[in-house]
């Protein structure tokens, strides 16, 4: 009688055991990155009403394909479409666990339709995972992030104002060890998550924060990429049109070279946390799209450069600078600025010019010479008001316009000395007699121009070199 | 010939000469200036490469030792436990290679057969006693050795640290290799060398076996070397030239690319054994240099020319306007004077320099007798 109940308890236990026996493998291959035991039973628990909410999670977030990164606390699912299974946040080593990737699966970067078994786990949390916002310290501190930063286009370039829009791709790379799981193939080297599937998965995630300290405003479209690799490491681009203001330095204008930089600055952590960096494949990433113009410059390389900023009590924070080397045609400015500059600086030389000596003096009135240095002076008075209102940066800072526009008032003073002493008041005549006063003159009506022309071309030499 | 032209023109030309000459003086004091400056620089890129490469030695040794000596490692090498001993490494080998640039690490046994490389599990067996010269000394001596060595994956700083049992007996050896590119990297990040390393072909065909295909190109072929690391490749393609790079000695020069002057430094590479295995190439900016230089020569230029200037100046001023203007105006009134026609009296007697005020005076004097 016993044995009798005993069987008929037993066998439909064992009926129900043998199904979920069957079941579990087919539940394991849709399971997103449970590789450990701890997970699988976790999946199994699962109920039909979290798969459904998080199918229509996945779905609003416009995923492209199965994310492979767990959510916070929880592993999100592949898709069918992925050859690659994620492992859950804090497991074994690649390799050591988890359930092999599907081999010939479509390519990971292809987009797909999230199934619902992909998205089933998504949004759960389990008490026992990590936290993925979390530094990764799994590779030890600090975490190194590789920079590289591709310019697009520039769509202006204010080098008055010191600003410039440009859209440009900034690529960061690091490594979270974390975000590991199994693969095999080629194809499943990475997962791609694009736009705001992209940006979703981002806020599940520990990401470097890098602020562009010179950036005053990003307009336009902003598109985010990431890739995650399967030995954790991984990849964001985010591509932006953004304003920025910059040092412009014109002290070899019209021969300058400008930096349309990108100051990246890692903010809140410290070089104990994070540390910006760069390699050769990052120096190749960052460079300037062919098709890249900018009217009057020349488009140049993509430099970076890598320095600490400081800040409270000895905290140093990783910079990167990327800059983007424009050189400008020497030929801008020439018409308004540098002809006027010089056809100025023959105002006071015609000054002298127009005289001639005689036995008792000089042949032209010193009033009327004078009056021409006075026109000479009001005109470079006016041309450098111009100047300055055309060009703030040239005009604030010393480079060969405002050398020139020193040598052109140095000029006129010379020549209105020499009008007064040596026209007006016959000074040199009445002291050292008319033989030393028709050479002094002679000397300054070669002189004078000799040395500013010498001068002024000894400027524009010096700003050349 | 006109003591009036000639002599100015005479003096204003020695002036000038003269102007030149210190101006030639004062470019080569600063040329010789900026060469010592450059000197001291390639000099300083040779030292910070030397110092360089001794500190990857140390972390190399340091880094063996210390992977050699964690008990559990220790045990699975002892033991022949292979996948024991790699699943113990493996943490340690990627975070070194992801962070530090480690290339290799592999476990040898006393015979020198290759136990385990962590950098390629599934390959172990094989026997590099006959091309590493650095394995067989280690092996032979049991001891560390550290140095420069070609291996089957290119060229690398190594250090073999020997494994002892219990017993103290020689049961094998364990190697770190360190690579040259996060090097390179390096020291472009810290002092902004543009840097390329260049391995003789020869033995890399020999040796490494297991290098890509694609480092053994046309293009990286630079004389009998090949350029396997590099941080700017077509800058360093133009800098350093099949006629270049084979040196046995360091050797500098300075050389246009770029829109800028690079002093480059070739440095010849020799490995454990002192045997010359290929050429360093680090490349140093001296574009700002080279623009100070400039610029100094555009000043020492226009201070020449007002010298120049002002020295004339003065010749003409007291030449003619003091001494042979005021002598040819008496001369001219003298000669009318003995023609017996009109003379006009001398200028004001203040007018005229000692010297010819006497002559002024006695002009008059005689213009005076001869008036009616």
């Known amino acids: 009688m016993t044995r009798t109940r005993v069987t008929h308890w037993l066998t439909p236990l064992f009926v129900i055991l043998a199904i979920v026996v069957c079941l579990v493998p087919f539940a394991h291959r849709a399971h997103a990155g449970s590789s450990d035991s701890q997970t699988k039973k976790a999946a199994a628990a699962r109920t039909a009403k979290g798969a459904a909410q998080a199918t229509s999670k996945a779905v609003s977030q416009g995923a492209v394909q199965s994310p492979p990164v767990p959510s916070k606390g929880a592993p999100s699912a592949p898709s069918a479409s992925s050859s690659a299974q994620p492992a859950a946040p804090g497991s074994e080593q690649p390799g050591t666990t988890g359930d092999a990737a599907e081999p010939g699966a479509a390519s990971p970067n292809a987009a797909a339709e999230p199934v619902e078994a992909t998205a089933e786990m998504a949004g759960k949390t389990s008490p026992e995972e990590p936290d993925l916002t979390s530094i990764p310290t799994g590779g030890g501190l600090p975490v190194m992030v590789n920079v590289a930063v591709s310019v697009i286009e520039i769509q202006s370039f204010d080098d008055v104002k010191g600003e410039f829009d440009a859209t440009t791709d900034l690529r960061l790379r690091w490594s979270d060890p974390r975000l590991r799981y199994r693969a095999t193939g080629i194809a499943s080297k990475y997962m791609e998550y694009r736009g705001k599937a992209a940006e979703a998965q981002l806020e599940k995630l520990w990401v470097p924060n890098v602020d562009i300290a010179n950036r005053t405003e990003t307009s336009g479209y902003v598109g985010h990429r990431l890739r995650v690799f399967a030995d954790g490491r991984v990849e964001t681009m985010l591509r932006a049109t953004s304003h920025y203001k910059i040092d412009v330095n014109v002290q070899n204008f019209p021969f300058d070279t400008q930096s349309l930089k990108q100051t990246l600055i890692v903010r809140d952590q410290t070089t104990d946390e994070v540390v910006l960096r760069f390699d050769k494949d990052d120096e190749e990433f960052s460079r300037a799209a062919s098709s890249v113009q900018l009217e009057s410059w020349k488009i140049g390389d993509v430099d970076l450069d890598a320095d600490l900023a400081s800040g409270w009590n000895g905290d140093r924070y990783s910079r990167v600078m990327a800059s983007l080397i424009v050189t400008r045609f020497p030929s801008t400015g020439l018409t308004t600025i540098f002809i006027p500059l010089l056809a100025s600086l023959l105002i006071p030389l015609l000054a002298l010019w127009m005289n001639r000596t005689t036995p008792e003096g000089f042949e032209v009135e010193a009033f009327e010479l004078a009056n021409v240095g006075i026109g000479g002076l009001f005109s470079v008075i006016a041309l450098s008001y111009a100047v300055s209102s055309a060009y703030g940066s040239i005009a604030g800072s010393d480079n060969t316009v405002t050398r020139l526009f020193a040598l052109n008032y140095a000029t006129l003073a010379i020549a209105l000395g020499v009008v007064v002493l040596l026209f007006r008041c016959n000074l040199v005549l009445r002291y050292f007699g008319p033989y030393v006063h028709e050479q002094v003159f002679k000397f300054v009506l070669w002189a004078l121009p000799l040395l500013t022309l010498g001068t002024s071309v000894a400027f524009v030499f010096i700003a050349a070199c | ?372």
Request: with cysteine.
């Open chain 2, 1 to 372: 010939m006109l003591f009036r032209r000639s002599a100015p023109r005479v003096l204003t030309v020695v002036t000038t000469l003269s102007a030149l000459a210190l101006m030639g003086v004062a470019i080569l004091l600063t040329s010789r200036l900026l060469q010592r400056s450059h000197e001291g620089d390639y000099e300083l890129v040779r030292k910070v490469f030397d110092t360089k490469i001794a500190s990857l030695q140390d972390e190399a040794v340091e880094s063996a030792e210390l992977i050699t000596n964690i008990p559990s490692v220790r045990k699975a090498f002892l033991d022949r436990d292979r996948p024991k001993l790699a699943s113990e490494c493996r943490s340690a080998f990627t975070v070194e290679k992801e962070k530090y640039g480690l290339d290799r690490a592999e476990f040898h046994e006393a015979s020198g057969v290759n136990f385990l490389r962590l950098h390629q599990p599934e390959k172990f067996g094989d026997d590099e006693m006959g091309l590493r010269p650095m394995l067989v000394e280690a092996h032979r001596n049991k001891a560390i050795r550290q140095g420069i060595e070609v291996g089957s994956y290119g060229p690398s700083v190594s250090a073999i640290v020997p494994v002892l049992d219990d017993t103290g007996k020689f049961s094998g050896s364990f190697e770190m290799a360190l690579d040259f590119e996060p090097l390179l990297d390096e020291l472009k990040t810290s002092f902004k060398f543009e840097g390329a390393v260049f391995i003789s072909e020869q033995l890399l065909r020999e040796v490494a076996t297991n290098l890509s295909g694609d480092a053994m190109s046309s293009r990286n072929r630079v004389g009998p070397y090949i350029r396997l690391h590099t941080t700017h490749e077509d800058l360093l393609e133009g800098l350093v030239t099949d006629r270049d790079v084979d040196v046995a000695e360091p050797k500098t020069y300075e050389r246009a690319a770029d829109g800028t002057t690079w002093g480059v430094q070739l440095m010849p590479i020799y490995d454990h054994a002192h045997k010359r295995i290929g050429v360093v190439s680090l490349a140093h900016d001296f574009g700002d240099d080279d623009a100070a230089a400039r610029r100094a020569f555009v000043w020492q230029a226009l201070a020449t020319l007002f010298g120049i200037v002002v020295m004339a100046g003065a010749i003409q001023i007291v030449i003619r306007g003091r001494l042979l203007g005021p002598l040819a105006a008496l001369n001219e009134r003298m000669s009318a004077l003995v023609a017996g026609t009109d003379a006009a009296p001398a200028d004001a007697i203040e007018t005229y320099c000692d010297e010819l005020k006497t002559l002024a005076k006695n002009y008059e004097e005689l213009r005076r007798r001869s008036e009616p």
